[in-house]
């Protein structure tokens, strides 16, 4: 069975951090760009960031650029987000996908991924 996990949510003040972790089960992760999205309630679901195969080509939305920071370890099939100085406006449901034949910029921005997690909340209080 091919599945995406992800774990590391929670309830965290503005300013704080949270690392959010997705894993594979069922398929090798090495052979996907991946991403992470998220979806706040009654908004549309947003590219986050992504992170091509090999770590060489890395997209980031405008609102997190110096802030979070993508990174995958190809041989523990995992990808983390790493997310600092957090803000209320980051409040949402994190997912991460995989997807094959996309650019990562096309990934974030067209939503576009072959396999998708059952999501995570991200609650950051004011």
């Known amino acids: 069975q091919l599945e995406l996990v992800e774990s590391g949510g929670g309830l965290v003040q503005s300013g704080g951090s949270l690392r959010l972790s997705c894993a594979a089960s069922g398929f090798t992760l090495a052979n996907y760009a991946i991403g992470w999205f998220r979806q706040a309630p009654g908004k549309e679901r947003e590219g986050v960031s992504c992170?091509?195969?090999?770590?060489?080509?890395?997209y980031y939305v405008d609102s997190v650029k110096g802030r979070f920071t993508i990174s995958r370890d190809n041989a523990k099939n995992t990808v983390s987000l790493q997310m600092n100085s957090l803000k209320p406006e980051d409040t949402a449901i994190y997912y991460c996908a995989a997807a094959s034949g996309y650019t990562v910029q096309d990934m974030c921005v067209l939503r576009s991924s072959d396999y998708w997690g059952q999501g995570t909340q991200v609650t950051v209080s004011s």
């Open positions: 992170i091509s195969r090999s770590a060489g080509s890395i």
